[in-house]
């Protein structure tokens, strides 16, 4: 019974580069949380999917940042043209409903820009 | 719109003593959800326990227990007995179930620091 599983752990960029972060929901899960977390910050929200839908997105950058939740595979947070200030954990969650109570979260990504 | 203010960036705390996490919130939502979730060094945030608005008693999970006074706006998370792997950063976050029905929002933290 996987948890939310989130590759790559780590990630590496030099600026102007393009970062893909994937998230494999728990088994059963079709809603999917995208969170950003900067240094000694709490977690931010960002977007808000279902299978093949983009629910909420208000956290979304409006330039370069993009998510989608296909009806096969992963979810993808597509960041284009990176910069410095992209440097961030971005934690992904998943819930069997929108209205869950417990909402599970994978390990993160750590993006670094260099 | 929805707050949550931690007021403690760090606490140390004697091993096996008890200790409370404060953590006070603001919404104009009527039902309403407070959660906290610890992150240990390693990184990934776990759940430790959940507080629906309605619910009629305090939860409690082990050596976890959420204190929650509605008409303070307080969701402070207690630690029994702690332990030395209990050191970590410590998160208080809701979630509305009207406003914002899917949106966490969460507190800047406290670090919780476990003496021997």
């Known amino acids: 019974n996987a948890g939310v599983m989130q590759n790559p752990r780590h990630l590496v960029r030099r600026r102007g580069q393009e970062a893909r972060l994937r998230c494999s929901p728990m088994?059963?899960?079709?809603?999917v949380y995208w969170y950003r977390q900067l240094p000694e910050e709490g977690l931010k929200f960002m977007v808000y999917?279902?299978?093949?839908?983009?629910?909420?997105e208000s956290g979304m950058p409006k330039e370069r940042f993009s998510a989608e939740f296909p009806k096969e595979g992963p979810s993808i947070l597509r960041i284009q043209q990176v910069v410095r200030g992209d440097s961030a954990a971005y934690f992904c969650?998943?819930?069997?409903?929108?209205?869950?109570?417990?909402?599970?979260f994978g390990s993160g990504t750590q993006l670094s820009v260099l | 719109a929805q707050k949550i203010t931690q007021t403690q960036p760090g606490m140390f705390v004697q091993e096996k003593e008890a200790v409370t996490l404060d953590c006070t919130y603001d919404?104009?939502?009527?039902?309403?959800?407070l959660f906290w979730y610890k992150q240990p060094s390693s990184g990934e945030m776990i759940f430790l326990i959940y507080q629906g608005s309605y619910d009629q008693q305090n939860a409690t999970e082990g050596r976890y227990s959420l204190n929650f006074q509605k008409a303070r706006k307080s969701a402070n998370l207690v630690i029994s007995a702690s332990q030395l792997g209990d050191s970590a950063m410590y998160f208080c976050a809701m979630r509305g179930v009207i406003q914002g029905a899917q949106k966490l929002v969460f507190g800047q933290g406290t670090r919780l620091t476990i003496n021997p």
């Open positions: 999917l279902q299978k093949e839908n983009i629910i909420d």
């Open positions: 088994k059963g899960h079709s809603h």
């Open positions: 919404t104009s939502d009527p039902s309403y959800g």
């Open positions: 969650a998943s819930s069997a409903t929108g209205t869950n109570e417990k909402l599970f």
